[in-house]
Antibody, heavy 119, light 108 residues
């Protein structure tokens, strides 16, 4: 059974860069039909798509975040990663990693990890 | 348009039928998906491609779409269906994803 697990710091300072990794188990990140995405949810608010990547490296980003976000994939480790720079308090959120397809954003989600931006 | 609009809250009596709607221009040419999220949990896909249910999702959940509106219907709502529901579709570029603001369903 596919499992996704986010890892990374729970607390980051303003203006710094957030780095999160999603480790995929029970399936291959190199599946040609799958896209691997990041979605976030500020406390008490709705879901926001951050971006998605294919194992070939093709990546797509939310236009509102594109200037600050990079998503990469490491097929040798069956992992994909998220970097968000120039953090502010508005980036405080639960960050989810997810598996999807071209026409489905996600059919399987990680449990999510809370990231707080604070000095 | 780059927005999907949902009613913030809807209530339904136990065992009755409820429809949750999602409006947006992107729905005219793109499929809608629906996610259920309970407090403290990750979302769960309940409908994709407008009207398909993933395996394991009860058949009381159904979906439809017409023009710029997608709908999620729960026929015979159960107490465990109380949750937030989010619609989701591609935007008009076809490369980006949109979420609706979410609808909180209360089962009375």
């Amino acid at each position: 059974q596919l499992q996704l697990q986010e890892s990374g710091p729970g607390l980051v300072k303003p203006s710094e860069t957030l780095s999160l990794t999603c480790t995929v188990s029970g399936g291959s990140i190199s599946s040609s039909s799958n896209y691997w995405g990041w979605i976030r949810q500020p406390p008490g608010k709705g879901l926001e798509w951050i971006g998605s990547i294919h194992y070939t490296g093709s990546a797509y980003y939310n236009p509102s975040l594109k200037s600050r976000v990079t998503i990469s994939v490491d097929t040798s480790k069956n992992q994909f990663s998220l970097k968000v720079n120039s953090l502010t308090a508005a980036d405080t959120a639960v960050y989810f990693c997810a598996r999807g397809e071209w026409m489905i954003l996600s059919d399987s989600w990680g449990q999510g990890t809370l990231v707080t931006v604070s000095s | 348009s780059s927005e999907l609009t949902q009613d913030p809250g809807v209530s339904v009596a136990l065992g009755q039928t409820v429809r949750i709607t999602c409006q947006g221009d992107s729905l005219r040419g793109n499929y809608a998906s629906w996610y259920q999220q309970k407090p403290g949990q990750a979302p769960v896909l309940v409908i994709y491609d407008n009207n398909n249910r993933p395996s394991g999702i009860p058949d009381r959940f159904s979906g439809s779409s017409s023009r710029n509106t997608a709908s999620l219907t729960i026929t015979g709502a159960q107490a465990e269906d109380e949750a937030d529901y989010y619609c989701n579709s591609r935007d008009n570029s076809g490369y980006h994803w949109l979420f609706g603001g979410g609808t909180r369903l209360t089962v009375l």
